[in-house]
């Protein structure tokens, strides 16, 4: 009995010494602990954090920085963090943030305002722009990180298929039709050949929403997830319905990829690993960065992409002005409210996100940077002659309504297209879904705006 | 999901009055740490989850901080969502199909055709079936997936292009859960089947009855209890089943093999509803729960 007893308590113990605070080294140190991303295609995060590490602990000693990756898509990162977040203890002092999300944390008073901290910092008036300024503001007005990122979307095609399709090199769509054309174009020429590709289902979560509907809705006129003169979601409508049937379009004239691959999680490695570089693609409806697979920084260069592959705007549904449409988003580097040692932990985003650090992201993940230092660099540029093109999309480009409601929307975003991919609804029927669905996912129907 | 009570330990009353507070002492002092275990890491998540079942709690966002009670919103929402009540089709499919059929069944089939082989025989049956078994589910997944895959080795064997995974989610992950499945169902049988004497089936033969009728009559009476066990559990294993199916499919194409474990995952930590999530895994556990009462039932009226 007494073994029992011992047993137990040693077993009380272990329990109550689970409760202890992690926050601290044993040293006496600081710690600072920074989450991110990485997965096997994408190491350039982590690179870049890396080196921000190594300058950052030689000029503060004392200070310790904790990097903690998370491996595996957004969807998995985003899960991740929201989980760590639950508790001031387990909660990451910084990380890597999407803007979408950064507004329902402001909201849970996840993250701390770095105003205060941002006005001592010269490089913020000098070096970022106003627009960038906006990525992570929250509804008071404050700023919430730092952005790392920003983008804008298009569409890349392959010169080589258009070239056996016949079609014109350079190409220039002016409308959606334009870009069904040619899309339908390479089906009857090419058989085997996918002939467009977008992201337009469940699996693929923001990526469908933003580089998929969002592209064709805010390409239609007066097409908007949210009205801003009267404050409420828009509840489907015509433009809504339009952008759902350029989907069904794509998939039910088999267009788009085949469904298994529509619905596999991979699907943007089999584009540009694959299917770009082996002229089994043409069009390909997808951000900025995607060059970033064929550059020498990649993990699987394609050294003869400068000359197959062509960019070109998205075009508004029947030309409308300004012709072209984007949408832009981006990371930040945010700070938690949680963290105790919030001088030290705005250091290391100074770091984390000065000239060098940047340039090393940006020409890594073909991101657009958002400091204007590396921006006018010429090793920004130097192995990709689209960045100026993705650049200057950013006059025609349209931003994310960021709300705290935003990711709910936007999963119901993906049900309507997902619905649509598989044929499972009509593009009517799935917008009526969504009309349904939206005053649970924005929290009433006074904030609902029948359209 | 299914959480089955731990055994209580049997309490004999003591035999002086005066001496009921030693007694209890007696068996509450060693037992005291475990119970607060107990309580603090099984009763206590449980109990939160039936409250949070009842809130609008979620991961992010204001209701992460202060979630409000909505009474029964949760469960009203979901007995009219549809995804959720594919999701509760295909998770009977599921277990009705993987458990109850195939593991069972072919778990009854390998122990009965052991029986009386030799060593060597029973061995390598043995150490093959339980190899399936051994291994982690999504390294179960991963071997079905590329086996089943588009470049995969059975489309390279048959030599035909079919996107199994596409085309047939769900017999995918039924085969998949059968494969990893059986063993459990055999060791069952297998111990069972042992209990039978042999007098009495050779007893049989020389009656004249042949192979089919002793099963019938004599094999499968003495061991219905082994039968009715295995069911409960299999079942309440197959109805939580999570890994396997994540892994090997993610739920998909759409909402093709999302049973009721994904999509409880996907509205609690992918959309970040943790209420509503909660209220699934509510139902999911009364689910459980009905199920293993109907067994419990059929064991009784065996035993009377």
Not at chain 1, 139 to 161: A, E, M, N
Not at chain 2, 100 to 123: D, E, H, K, M, S
Not at chain 2, 174 to 202: C, H, K, Q
Request: aromatic share 10%; charged share 15%; with cysteine.
């Amino acid at each position: 009995m007494k073994r029992t007893l011992a047993g137990s308590l040693l077993l009380l113990t272990a329990v109550a010494g689970c409760g202890s605070d992690p926050e601290e080294p044993a040293s006496g140190g600081k710690e600072l602990e920074v989450l991110y991303k990485v997965e096997p295609t994408w190491p350039h995060l982590e690179k870049m954090l890396g080196d921000a590490k190594k300058q950052y602990e030689s000029a503060h000693p004392g200070v310790t920085i904790k990097l903690t990756p998370v491996q595996g898509n957004n969807e998995a990162y985003y899960t991740k963090l929201a989980l760590l977040n639950r508790s001031p203890d387990s909660a990451p002092d910084l990380y890597y943030h999407d803007t979408f999300q950064v507004n329902a944390d402001v909201a849970a008073g996840k993250l701390a305002p770095l105003d205060d901290y941002l006005a001592k910092w010269p490089d913020w008036t000098a070096q970022f722009p106003d627009s960038v300024k906006q990525a992570a503001k929250g509804p008071d007005g404050k700023i919430y990180g730092v952005p790392i990122s920003t983008d804008t979307r298009g569409l890349w095609y392959q010169k080589d298929v258009f070239a056996k399709a016949g079609l014109p090199v350079p190409w220039e769509p002016k409308t959606w039709n334009d870009v069904l054309t040619a899309a339908r174009t390479i089906k009857q020429k090419l058989p085997g050949v996918v002939p467009f590709s977008m992201y337009s289902t469940k699996i693929h979560g923001e990526a469908s929403t933003m580089q998929g509907f969002e592209m064709l809705l805010y390409g239609t006129p007066g097409g908007t997830l949210y009205d801003e003169t009267q404050k409420k979601w828009v509840a489907g409508g015509k433009q809504f319905t339009d952008a759902l049937a350029f989907i069904n379009t794509i998939y039910r004239e088999e267009l788009g990829p085949k469904q298994a691959d529509a619905h596999n999680a991979k699907l943007s490695d089999k584009n540009n690993f694959e299917w770009f570089p082996d002229a089994k693609l043409g069009i390909a409806l997808d951000g900025a960065w995607t060059a970033a697979a064929w550059k020498p920084t990649s993990t699987k260069p394609w050294p003869q992409w400068q000359d197959k592959m062509g960019w070109t705007a998205m075009p508004t549904q029947n030309g409308e002005a300004p012709g072209a449409v984007s949408m832009s988003g981006g990371w930040v580097m945010a700070m938690s409210a949680f963290t105790k040692n919030k001088q030290e932990a705005f250091d290391f985003i100074t770091v984390a996100t000065n000239k060098q650090n940047s340039m090393t992201y940006s020409v890594g993940t073909g991101d657009l940077a958002p400091r204007k230092d590396v921006a006018a660099d010429p090793k920004y540029s130097a192995d990709n002659p689209s960045v100026k093109f993705f650049t200057d999309l950013a006059s025609v480009t349209h931003y994310r309504p960021a709300f705290e409601a935003y990711p709910k929307v936007s999963a119901q975003i993906q049900e309507a297209m997902e619905a649509v991919t598989t044929g499972s609804r009509s593009p009517e029927e799935a917008a009526a879904a969504y009309a349904e669905a939206l005053p649970g996912a924005v929290g009433g129907a006074d904030k609902v705006l029948a359209p | 999901m299914t959480v089955t009570a731990a055994p209580h330990p049997p309490v004999t009353s003591p035999p002086v009055r005066g001496s009921a507070r030693r007694g209890v002492l007696r068996w509450l002092l060693p037992l005291g740490p475990a119970l607060v275990l107990l309580v603090l890491f099984l009763a206590g998540p449980i109990l939160w989850s039936v409250y949070i079942a009842f809130t609008n709690e979620a991961l992010t966002g204001s209701a992460s901080v202060d979630s409000r009670f909505v009474g029964l919103a949760n469960f009203v929402k979901l007995f009219g969502d549809p995804n959720f009540l594919n999701s509760f089709l295909l998770t009977f499919v599921f277990v009705i199909g993987s458990a109850v059929i195939g593991q069972n069944t072919l778990g009854l089939v390998i122990a009965l055709l052991q029986r009386g082989r030799g060593r060597v025989t029973r061995g390598v049956v043995n150490g093959v079936v339980i190899a399936a078994w051994v291994v982690p589910e999504v390294v179960a997944a991963a071997c079905w997936f590329s086996f089943l895959a588009e470049e995969g080795t059975l489309n390279t064997v048959l030599g035909i292009s079919q996107e199994w995974l596409y085309t047939a989610p769900m017999l995918a992950v039924i085969l998949a859960n059968i494969w990893r499945g059986t063993a459990f169902s055999m060791l069952v049988y297998s111990a069972a089947l042992s209990e039978v004497p042999a007098d009495l089936l050779e007893s049989a033969a020389v009656d004249g009855a042949g192979p089919g009728r002793r099963l019938l009559h004599i094999t499968l009476p003495l061991i219905r209890r082994s039968i009715m066990a295995n069911l409960m559990l299999i079942t309440l294993q197959t109805l939580a089943s999570f890994g396997l199916i994540y892994a090997l499919t993610g739920g998909g194409p759409g909402t093709a093999s999302q049973t009721t474990p994904l999509y409880m995952y996907e509205q609690a930590f992918r959309y970040f509803e943790i209420g509503y999530g909660s209220a699934i895994a509510l139902v999911l556990l009364v689910i459980g729960a009905l199920f293993s009462l109907v067994y419990l039932r059929l064991i009784k009226v065996e035993e009377a």
